[in-house]
């Protein structure tokens, strides 16, 4: 009975160290995953929202803005789109990786203040994200490579 209850003690053990060492990779594989898909340029900390969309305006990108917020403000986010959708129908529009078709030719753009709560949907988001710290963007992946190609430019520019 002793050898079999050191015998169960040994595999316990095993399995133990087997379920650890497969979580720490797991999540180191998971983190790599998110640095490689999620891009990020220069830091533009000093912008706000309205200096934003004047320069992405300034750079040709043909974008209408498009508040979040019912009363017109630009704080919480906004809509970047080249399509004739209203506040209505972009509200509805899924932030999900998987519905990115029904992106085709908006983005989103929100205030990026708390990078630690955003990790995981950061990661899910994967390459239909852009990091330009304030600032995150969502949405159709050919607007992003726009907006990032613009703003790989603004050390140019200041």
């Not at 891009?39 to 200096?51: A, E, G, I, S």
């Not at 203040?113 to 994967?126: C, V």
């Not at 992946?141 to 603004?154: G, H, P, Y």
Request: glycine residues 6%.
């Amino acid at each position: 009975m002793i050898s079999f209850m050191r015998t169960c003690s040994r595999h316990w053990l095993v399995l133990c160290i087997s379920l650890l060492l497969g979580g720490t990779t797991l999540l180191a594989v998971r983190t790599d995953l998110r640095r490689k898909s999620v891009k990020t340029v220069t830091r533009l900390d000093d912008w706000d929202m309205p200096r934003l969309l004047a320069y992405l305006s300034d750079r040709g990108l043909s974008l209408r803005p498009v508040s979040s917020s019912a009363n017109g403000n630009f704080t919480n986010g906004v809509f970047l789109t080249r399509t004739s959708m209203e506040l209505p129908q972009l509200n509805y529009l899924p932030r999900v990786r998987e519905r990115i078709d029904l992106w085709q030719g908006t983005i989103f753009c929100q205030p990026f203040r708390d990078p630690e709560l955003w990790d995981i949907q950061i990661a899910d988001w994967g390459d239909c994200c852009l990091i330009v710290p304030p600032f995150l963007f969502f949405g159709d992946r050919e607007l992003l490579a726009a907006v990032l190609e613009a703003l790989d430019r603004v050390s140019d520019a200041r």
